[in-house]
């Protein structure tokens, strides 16, 4: 191992994952869908975890797309017609919160090692 090759420095927080993205995501369709329809779709346990896998998707999607249609036809039979779009802004305010956490975690790294930005060849998750 060379010198360019040491960990200079590491940070983390262990209760901040991708679930957490998903999750945030999930929480922004069931608040549409609870103002334009009056249905929660919390209300059914398994609604809820195919809500959260259909925004999985939705979030991978948004990763190279502006905006993208998610069908609620295998989510919840009350809501089985409906179709919501979500755009990458969406995505980007509802999840504010979780990318300033993350970000705040990279500044700490940073500091750490005693580098900037522009230092960083590779970082390794």
Not at 27 to 38: C, H, T
Not at 53 to 80: E, F, I, N, W, Y
Not at 114 to 122: A, F, L, P, S, V
Request: glycine share 6%; net charge negative; with cysteine.
């Amino acid at each position: 191992m060379c010198s360019s090759d040491l960990v200079l420095a590491s940070a983390g927080d262990p209760a901040l994952g991708g679930d957490d993205l998903d999750l945030a995501l999930a929480e922004i369709v069931r608040d549409r869908i609870l103002m334009e329809r009056q249905w929660d779709l919390r209300a059914r346990p398994e609604s809820w975890r195919a809500l959260i896998g259909v925004c999985r998707q939705a979030k991978t999607r948004l990763s190279h797309l502006p905006r993208t249609k998610v069908a609620l036809g295998l989510v919840d039979p009350v809501v089985a017609e409906d179709q919501l779009v979500l755009t990458r802004a969406d995505l980007e305010t509802g999840l504010h919160e979780l990318l300033q956490r993350s970000f705040a975690i990279c500044d700490l790294a940073l500091r750490e090692a005693g580098m900037r930005t522009q230092d960083i060849d590779e970082v390794i998750l």
